[in-house]
């Protein structure tokens, strides 16, 4: 951990000056502020991270220990980053044809420097391969603040965290032992190459070709495409990890195989100078300008094969959840970065006057976060943001108590819990996500469609979190159909357990001192019919043979699974919330905060969760209106 304490005991150092909040000028992008104090009671006080870190190996992982890194690397994410994000959207990334090189932004290439030097890249790889040693969970606050500070730029470390992760679960030692210190370094990236031009969810199709050969190496051949940070000017090399098909293999995704096929191959440290894979194109898009979505050509590109044939799809998903957990906190950063850079204009924005009377006498207008729409519209990005941010951390720290598993049994009970809410993390946070970045444009009314003020940065760039690692009705179908139907309910049991105990203890062990038992029964309720919603589609499956009806029904289903685990770590935030007020040595900064956090949760449990019901309302009906051969008919095109 030398490199990180050295991090930690020093500040960072900005070449460029923090520029002036959004309110002081009309020629910037939101000045992101970390929610360091937010970050801090979701994983101390909500999720009782002393006892956590404790209970599964990482002792040293003190609360001191956490908030320094939180801190610093807040400072970086706000220092440097956010300052190019815009910059990044402007500009875009740079193809040279004659090279197939590609530029990244003005100042891109540097942030990424500083980022590597100061040992950020390997935070929770295990220092045996250079890494940090850290648990996963804090790797996840360092995202949720790189992410939320410059999207586009937190891709490129990003993917690298998929890529390490899929070779500590698949690789050969020796394949870690070569890999893994130059990704921790930095002076490596990695990337993810799935998709190709005729196939992207059904990768039983992919036709990219691994030929084997003596020394043991395999040739691939095929084409690539949507492959996020698949060539840029930051590291030294990349390594691609491949789907692909062996030569010989089954048909369909049985067939598949994952292969490491680096940018440039080499030995003993040393590089060739020749590509060893060329990147043909990059992709026009609507956001993430500054992250290079490139086609990737495989012209018998030296492979080196992960594990063994016919393994590829279960490894792949090693990285897929990663990505997918890594999306949702994209929504988490649409939610985070609309509230910052819509509520500074709310408080300043003079129009019109409160329906309740003058608030502002002396002036010729009411500030408009005094006008009702307007506070709807903010609290709802609050909630989001905040709900999500307890969402994903949770989610984050069944991720270290797999990874500490003590049996093979433990690991795969650990596996299938946090299987389960991978899809609503990734579903439900993305979608609204998503509508709380187009919230924050709306405050601004007409301002907010200009592109100084970076909200419509916010939604462009937001836009492909529905999209890519699984759009919102395949993480859909993956919940409804694998994790709910196909396992029987296995892996949803745990989980609504765990709410029930919760439910239940505040009921009935604590009534004397809960102060949100009206909260507490209708999690409950909503968790009862989330089961009679599973029931209610299975019927139609099962009794009236239909099963179209799973497909029809499954973004439904996952938004209600999404607005009701939502509720449950809302009345979790309340409950601790409530305690704090409760004892007597508590700031008047603590104050505001926790008050704030019980007035936001009630706003929740009022405005945001009833949206459950319409989700549920749809589960019964015939899925025969959708599905009718005549819809689509007699229009003319």
């Known amino acids: 951990m030398s490199l990180l304490r050295q991090f930690v005991a020093r500040s960072v150092s900005v070449s460029a000056s923090v520029s002036a909040p959004l309110s002081q000028t009309r020629t910037m992008a939101i000045a992101y502020k970390p929610p360091v104090r937010d970050i801090n009671f979701v994983i101390d006080e909500v999720l009782d991270g002393d006892k956590h870190f404790e209970t599964h190996g990482f002792e040293e992982c003190t609360q001191d220990l956490r908030h320094s890194i939180t801190d610093e690397c807040a400072k970086f994410a706000s220092e440097v980053l956010s300052p190019i994000s815009a910059t990044g959207d402007k500009e875009g990334c740079v193809l040279d044809p004659k090279t197939t090189d590609v530029k990244t932004p003005t100042g891109w290439k540097e942030a990424y420097a500083d980022f590597a030097s100061a040992g950020w890249c390997g935070l929770s790889v295990p220092e045996e391969y250079g890494g940090q040693g850290l648990p996963q969970s804090l790797g996840m606050i360092k995202s949720e603040l790189i992410s939320t500070s410059n999207w586009a730029w937190g891709m490129y470390p990003g993917l690298s965290v998929g890529c390490m992760n899929t070779l500590l679960m698949c690789a050969s030692e020796e394949q870690k032992k070569k890999y893994l210190p130059k990704l921790c370094e930095g002076t490596w990236s990695g990337t993810m190459c799935l998709t190709e031009p005729h196939c992207g969810t059904d990768l039983g199709r992919v036709a990219t070709k691994a030929i084997p050969q003596k020394d043991g190496t395999y040739k691939i051949t095929g084409t690539k495409i949507f492959i996020s940070c698949g060539e840029h000017d930051m590291t030294e090399n990349i390594v691609h990890i491949v789907l692909a098909r062996a030569e010989g293999g089954k048909p369909g995704t049985k067939g598949l195989s994952l292969f490491i096929v680096p940018k440039y191959l080499g030995e003993d440290g040393s590089l060739e100078s020749k590509k060893n894979i060329v990147c043909g194109g990059l992709e026009n898009k609507m956001g993430i300008h500054g992250s290079s979505t490139c086609i990737m050509n495989?012209?018998?590109?030296?492979?080196?094969?992960?594990?063994?044939?016919?393994?590829?799809?279960?490894?792949?998903?090693?990285?897929?959840?990663?990505?997918?957990?890594?999306?949702?906190?994209?929504?988490?950063?649409?939610?985070?970065?609309?509230?910052?850079?819509?509520?500074?204009?709310?408080?300043?924005?003079?129009?019109?006057?409160?329906?309740?009377?003058?608030?502002?006498?002396?002036?010729?207008?009411?500030?408009?976060?005094?006008?009702?729409?307007?506070?709807?519209?903010?609290?709802?990005?609050?909630?989001?943001?905040?709900?999500?941010?307890?969402?994903?951390?949770?989610?984050?720290?069944?991720?270290?108590?797999?990874?500490?598993?003590?049996?093979?049994?433990?690991?795969?009970?650990?596996?299938?819990?946090?299987?389960?809410?991978?899809?609503?993390?990734?579903?439900?946070?993305?979608?609204?996500?998503?509508?709380?970045?187009?919230?924050?444009?709306?405050?601004?009314?007409?301002?907010?469609?200009?592109?100084?003020?970076?909200?419509?940065?916010?939604?462009?760039?937001?836009?492909?979190?529905?999209?890519?690692?699984?759009?919102?009705?395949?993480?859909?179908?993956?919940?409804?159909?694998?994790?709910?139907?196909?396992?029987?309910?296995?892996?949803?049991?745990?989980?609504?357990?765990?709410?029930?105990?919760?439910?239940?203890?505040?009921l009935w062990n604590k009534r004397e001192t809960s102060k949100h038992k009206k909260e507490a029964l209708k999690v409950s309720w909503y968790t009862m019919k989330w089961f009679f919603a599973t029931s209610v589609i299975g019927f139609q499956v099962l009794g009236q043979k239909n099963r179209d009806v799973v497909s029809t029904s499954s973004v439904n289903f996952m938004m209600y699974s999404g607005y009701t685990t939502m509720a449950y770590y809302w009345l979790r935030m309340m409950d601790t919330a409530s305690a704090k007020l409760a004892s007597h040595d508590v700031s008047e900064s603590d104050k505001a905060f926790y008050k704030s956090k019980l007035q936001t949760g009630k706003f929740y449990f009022d405005y945001l969760l009833p949206r459950a019901d319409s989700y549920l309302s749809v589960l019964s009906k015939s899925p025969n209106s959708i599905m009718g051969k005549d819809a689509f008919e007699g229009i003319g095109y």
């Open 298 to 506: 495989f012209e018998d590109s030296t492979g080196y094969l992960i594990g063994n044939e016919g393994d590829g799809m279960e490894q792949m998903f090693v990285f897929m959840n990663t990505a997918r957990i890594g999306t949702a906190i994209q929504g988490l950063a649409a939610a985070e970065l609309g509230l910052q850079g819509s509520l500074p204009y709310a408080r300043e924005r003079m129009s019109m006057r409160a329906l309740s009377g003058k608030k502002n006498p002396t002036e010729v207008g009411d500030y408009i976060i005094n006008h009702g729409d307007v506070r709807r519209m903010l609290l709802t990005m609050k909630a989001f943001a905040e709900g999500a941010r307890c969402m994903i951390y949770d989610a984050a720290l069944q991720g270290d108590e797999m990874l500490s598993a003590t049996t093979p049994q433990q690991r795969k009970e650990f596996e299938e819990n946090l299987g389960f809410v991978t899809p609503i993390l990734k579903g439900f946070l993305t979608e609204v996500g998503f509508e709380s970045a187009n919230l924050g444009m709306q405050v601004l009314g007409g301002h907010g469609f200009i592109s100084e003020h970076g909200l419509e940065q916010n939604v462009r760039d937001s836009r492909i979190s529905t999209l890519y690692e699984g759009t919102t009705g395949i993480q859909a179908l993956d919940l409804l159909g694998r994790k709910v139907f196909q396992q029987k309910g296995k892996s949803m049991l745990p989980f609504t357990k765990s709410i029930f105990s919760y439910c239940k203890d505040q």
